[in-house]
């Protein structure tokens, strides 16, 4: 849908500008809004992990950006 595709180039643009902040490297997958849009598209999620998002080993709920990993503004344009 275009609101979870909206939310993913949110996602990674956050990550993207701001890399060190840990609320942007992380997606809270109980979060209402997410579990309604990124939750409802199985496919969402893989990309989510293509792009460089993992499983966070203490939270199976969370998807977290590995420390060491960043994102540049080209990326984020290219997925755009």
């Known amino acids: 849908s275009l609101d ?12 993207a500008v701001s890399p060190r902040e840990d609320k942007y490297r ?3 997958l109980t979060n209402k ?6 939750g409802a598209h199985p496919a969402a999620l893989e990309a989510l992990t293509a792009l ?3 499983a966070d080993a203490a939270n199976a709920h ?3 950006v ?3 990993t ?5 990326e984020v344009r290219a997925k755009q």
């Not at 960043?70 to 080209?74: A, D, E, L």
């Open 62 to 64: 969370e998807l977290v």
């Open 33 to 38: 809004r997410l579990a309604e849009t990124l």
């Open 4 to 15: 979870c595709l909206e939310i993913m180039g949110k996602l990674l643009y956050n990550c």
């Open 26 to 28: 992380r997606i809270k």
């Open 70 to 74: 960043y994102f540049t503004m080209k």
């Open 52 to 54: 460089g998002w993992v």
């Open 66 to 68: 590995p420390e060491g």
